[in-house]
């Protein structure tokens, strides 16, 4: 047996998901943010582009979070809407009672979507 299908039998066995996630998703995402910085250098805090840029991230993500709710995947699936939408309610409120606190907020949503799943499981 070969240096190279020794090689190849180890990537086939398991370790090339993890190959293909750091060549086809990190790499391409770390170029455009590295590309970013020497492009957004000379722009305007408050120029109209990033307001726009703002606002098409925002709605993205306000997408992102209502497919999550109303249309999950996997174990997610087996919470029903009314615990979902409670988790997201008791992120939320946490997030606004702790100053604005993102860290909170979100680990508060996930410990109530666990209890969530508990409770309904």
Known sequence: ???WTTTFDHWSGGLWPYLA????GFLPSEAWRAASIF?????????EILEWV????????AGVVANILFTPSGALADVPLAGRLAAMAFGLAVYF???RSVIA???AGEAAIVAAAYAWS
């Open 1 to 3: 047996m070969s240096v």
């Open 21 to 24: 996630i750091v060549l086809f």
């Open 39 to 47: 492009l957004a250098r000379g722009i305007d805090e408050g120029a």
């Open 54 to 61: 703002r606002a098409v991230s925002t709605a993205l993500l």
């Open 97 to 99: 009672l702790r100053a």
């Open 105 to 107: 907020g979100v680990a």
